[in-house]
């Protein structure tokens, strides 16, 4: 996995696997835009053993839900726990900003390489060339796009733009990656690929939501299915 050695703010983070368990609680989540109720008291307890597809149809609210989780939307009332304490927004928010991974549906890439995108967030760590080196190669073999480090990323397929947004955030080692959508628009054989590439998160114990109106995702290894209708959350059986 990618998982073994991360420096972070001048810690280093031993294999995923060797860290405390990770988990936040969000209660009484509400949201409201333009006289609409978006989201009615949602509660979500996460950690990073989750591997949860959340499904409701267009606008029931999946993306904003995400959003508020990853630390990119203030919700107009929450209450966050970790670590055993309540927190306000300002504190959570960086808070989940430094743990957790959003992707859209269309992911961003910066202007370079491949390998410059993957390399990114290890910019960020003190670690050595040698060593970024190493993490990006291994990162590349498991997307399956060594041949293509050195290609213009706004040259990519939307498959393969998706799995490099996918390595992008893999390699920092975030607690949870939340993918909103991610098979859009994409062709059997590189569906495919991203599924292997998301049941792998699972194996690196990092935490991940799927987003999507299609049930229908058999071959990714979910443990729990949340649905969302009319502002308002149910669990389904997986």
Known sequence: GLGDVYKRQGCVFMNLSLQQDWSINFNHIAVQRQHRQVLTDIDVHLTDKDFILLTGHNGSGKSTLLRIIAGLLKPDHAQIMYSGHIKSWPQAKNFLRQHICYLHQHPYLFQ?????????????????????????KQALEAISLEHLADRDSRELSGGEKQRVAIARSWIIAPRLILLDEPFANMDKASRFQCYQLINQLKNDNIGVIVT????????????????????KMSHKTI
């Not at 370079?112 to 990006?136: C, E, P, W």
């Open 112 to 136: 370079g390489s491949v390998f410059d995108n993957i390399a990114y967030g290890l910019h960020q760590k003190k670690i050595s060339r040698q060593a970024l080196n190493a993490r990006v």
């Open 212 to 231: 999507s109106h299609d049930p229908q995702q058999g071959e990714l290894e979910f443990n729990q299915h949340i649905h969302l209708y009319q502002g």
